[in-house]
């Protein structure tokens, strides 16, 4: 019975992080940060997004990275926040009034 659900958990987790795997990355400081917050927002949003740093705002505060980002496209003007623990786990992502790229499992993931 263990090992049924030893199995079934390791499943769950397996199937769980499949889901975005986007989300996770390889961050050791606000530098790596602040491109794993990049490339993700390049990943869902619409391809027509100039995307750049906004500097004044982007900062290591506890224990997660507080990431902003300047959003363009010819329509509008806006930004994206992005916190990215210690691991580099995306933690939360907003891009107000931005369109996002959806797909099946778009309702699990972090937007």
Do not use: W
């Amino acid at each position: 019975m263990h090992a049924v659900r030893v199995l079934a958990t390791a499943l769950l987790v397996f199937f769980i992080s499949g889901c975005d795997k986007g989300l996770q990355g390889d961050v050791r400081d606000l530098g790596e940060a602040i491109e794993h917050c990049r490339q993700y927002s390049k990943k869902v949003l619409i391809s027509d997004v100039v995307i750049s740093v906004d500097q004044l705002s982007t900062r290591e505060q506890g224990n997660v990275y507080k990431v902003f980002l300047n959003l363009d496209n010819q329509k509008q003007h806006g930004y994206a926040s992005c916190e990215v623990d210690m691991s580099g786990l995306i933690v939360s992502y907003s891009a107000p009034g931005f369109n996002k790229n959806t797909g099946a499992f778009s309702q699990f993931s972090n937007n």
